[in-house]
């Protein structure tokens, strides 16, 4: 059966997580870090930032806040404001296959540890059967 996918959309400005009304009267809500935090612990599927604060052609993203993201995220990331060169782009792409990467490893952990329980159950089975 398939399962709805939980892509939450997150808001930067100046650093921080925003809440908006028809994209203006931004309110400040936390810090982007810890709701990263918050929904690795809920295991969405995907996170994406979305940065408003951004304006004109000349501002760029922040990378460092996107790879303190990128190192505590652990699923896919999606980013979206100021992206104005080829050079940003292929930045950006390094800290989602880091994000990418670390859900795949997560994902891989998660397979191997429901084979390890099902293969105990199979063999707690056999022994009650024997004994």
């Known amino acids: ?17 925003v809440k ?11 810090d982007p870090i810890n709701a990263v935090r918050i929904f690795n612990e809920k295991e969405v599927d995907e996170l994406c930032l979305f940065d408003i604060g951004i304006k004109g052609s000349v501002t760029r993203p922040d990378f ?5 993201i990128s190192q505590e995220a652990t699923m896919p990331l999606c980013y979206g404001g100021g992206v104005n060169s080829a ?9 989602a296959n880091n994000a990418e990467s670390r ?6 952990q998660a397979k191997s540890r429901n084979q390890y329980l099902e293969s105990k ?6 022994q009650r ?3």
């Open 20 to 30: 908006t009304v028809k994209f203006s009267e931004e309110k400040y809500i936390g």
């Open 87 to 95: 050079k940003d782009a292929i930045k950006l792409e390094k800290f």
């Open 103 to 108: 859900a795949q490893h997560n994902l891989t």
């Open 121 to 126: 159950k199979k063999l707690e089975e056999a």
């Open 129 to 131: 059967t024997l004994y």
């Open 1 to 17: 059966m398939l399962r709805s996918r939980i892509i939450p959309s997150l808001l930067l400005q100046d650093g921080g997580l």
């Open 64 to 68: 460092g806040l996107l790879e303190k």
